[in-house]
């Protein structure tokens, strides 16, 4: 087997130079002319005269410049991005986050809750919300209302909820659909 040789050319040194300039730019930026000027360059990280004069140059190659890479749209991000909120509870010292995207329904998401404070919560219904339970899960939507889990549909719910507090029973009293 021959090795491959390769040429000085096939290798375009050229594009993977480090030199100074605006990215997509061929202009090397030009040495200023004293080393005085040199200094304040560099202390105060602005521009000398001679870089505003090619502004004109700087907008267009400012404008193609890609910044961050690799470059996600927004709506891979959106995709990508968990639903994670936090959760308090009365009288624990600690607060949680978890992300809502991991559970299917209330009775998932109560059961998790329970075993991360070790609390009874209950079970919800629509007529008496969660009626003799010892706590009972609220969020604030996205308007800043309290309201109780469970009061809405399960994918409202995890779009519209900012964050989860768990209750005491006998504080959430007004927050009940009646």
Excluded: H
Aim: hydrophobic share 35%; with cysteine.
């Amino acid at each position: 087997m021959a090795a491959a040789t390769y040429e000085k050319d096939d290798l375009n040194l050229k594009a993977t130079e480090l030199r100074l300039g605006l990215p997509g730019s061929d202009n090397e930026v030009e040495k200023p002319a004293s080393s005085t000027s040199l200094i304040a360059a560099k202390v105060s990280n602005k521009r000398l005269s001679s870089e505003m004069d090619n502004g004109k140059n700087n907008e267009s190659t400012s404008k193609a410049q890609v910044v961050g890479w690799p470059p996600v749209r927004s709506y891979r991000k959106n995709v990508l991005q968990a639903s994670y909120v936090k959760v308090s509870m009365d009288g624990a010292a600690y607060l949680r986050k978890i992300d809502l995207n991991l559970y299917k329904s209330y009775t998932e998401l109560l059961k998790a809750l329970e075993n991360m404070f070790k609390c009874s919560i209950g079970v919800y219904s629509e007529r008496e919300g969660y009626n003799g339970s010892d706590y009972v899960p609220t969020y604030e939507d996205k308007d800043g209302d309290w309201m109780l889990a469970g009061d809405v549909p399960w994918d409202m719910f995890i779009n519209s909820c900012k964050r989860l507090r768990i209750m005491k029973g006998s504080e959430a009293k007004g927050l009940a659909s009646l």
